[in-house]
């Protein structure tokens, strides 16, 4: 099988002042192009996980590859840029800016990567595309996001993270706030992108409905990387 895009190695984590390590992954693989659905109660290390393989939280031991780049071995600023060139983020509480507008904060990425400005080709036609396809009426396309409804939001911060054919898409609950027409709507689009730039995709959340859709699916039990599928 070919090298993984993501590694991580006798990985173990615990957040201070806890007796017990939140994560400990003797062993994870994840591969080029592989749609990975991560699965656990609240609590079992899910968001954690994904902060690891983001280079946004450090373990207390083990070690991380990502795209053949060994993350500690990045100072803190290095491990930034490396994540806006390589990594489309769809955050948990979205991280829009609300000084800016809508098509604003899709191209957010692309200003502060060349690489990621270079494969969007026309940003702002690339925005405006992703936005439409996401079910964002164009009138909106210049307004601030705080006036958007929470479902709304969201699909904005899909669109941003899909932009510049990132190679990996990292997704936390990414459907928690739509309904069910604009949630299959959204997967349609997240696969029809990630399929289409080969990205690999890493996806949580606590809707086991959309497993369905996905090729391999983990479960992390309490400190223990399961593998169900």
Known sequence: ??????????VRFRYAKQNQDVLSIPDLRIYQGEHLFIQGNSGSGKTTLLNIIMGITLPDAGNIQVLDQTLLQLSSKQRDQ??????????????????????????????????????????????????GELQIPEILFHKPVNILSVGQQQRVAVARALIGQPNIIIADEPTSALDADNRQRFLELLFLEADKQNSTLVFVSHDIYIAQYFSRVIELSDINLVATV
């Open 1 to 10: 099988m070919n090298t993984p895009v993501i590694q991580l190695r006798d």
């Open 82 to 131: 490396f994540r806006v060139d390589y990594l489309g983020i769809i955050f948990q509480q979205f991280n829009l800016l609300p000084y800016l507008s809508l098509l604003e904060n899709v191209q957010l990425p692309c200003w502060f990567s060349q690489q990621r400005r270079r494969l969007a080709d026309d940003v702002e036609k690339t925005a405006m595309r992703l936005l």
